[in-house]
């Protein structure tokens, strides 16, 4: 069962931006820490950018200024805004959820969407 969906991946020229979307259920969207990995061609799975439950958010060096996550309760959605996107922003993108220490001792695990295909060419 997918428990975290992602949509919004595609083509775009370099220069150009994309809005990544991921759902979750409410009980994950209001416990769980979330946020984006991204994983190029041949290489490691790499944080992009995480967001707490009450709005902080963290960013890959990388990616300071030109990406902002947020999230709106009301769908229970996060979403990563992508501007100025380079070649090598190229990656499946992921979707991440962190349960918190209290639910961690109790088994729960972190959860990954499918990933979302972006690819940033002319």
């Known amino acids: 069962q997918v428990q975290l969906v992602e949509s919004g991946g595609g083509l775009v020229q370099p220069g150009g931006s994309l809005r990544l979307s991921c759902a979750a259920s409410r009980t994950i969207f209001s416990l769980y820490t979330m946020g984006w990995y991204r994983q190029a061609p041949g290489e490691q799975r790499e944080l992009v950018a995480t967001?707490?439950?009450?709005?902080?958010?963290n960013y890959a060096d990388s990616d300071k200024g030109r990406f902002a996550i947020s999230r709106d309760g009301a769908k229970n959605t996060i979403y990563l805004q992508m501007n100025s996107l380079k070649p090598e922003d190229t990656a499946v993108y992921y979707c991440?959820?962190?349960?918190?220490?209290?639910?961690?001792?109790?088994?729960?695990?972190?959860?990954w969407g499918l990933g979302t295909l972006v690819t940033v060419s002319t």
């Open positions: 967001i707490s439950t009450r709005g902080i958010s």
């Open positions: 991440y959820a962190d349960p918190p220490p209290e639910l961690r001792t109790s088994g729960y695990r972190e959860l």
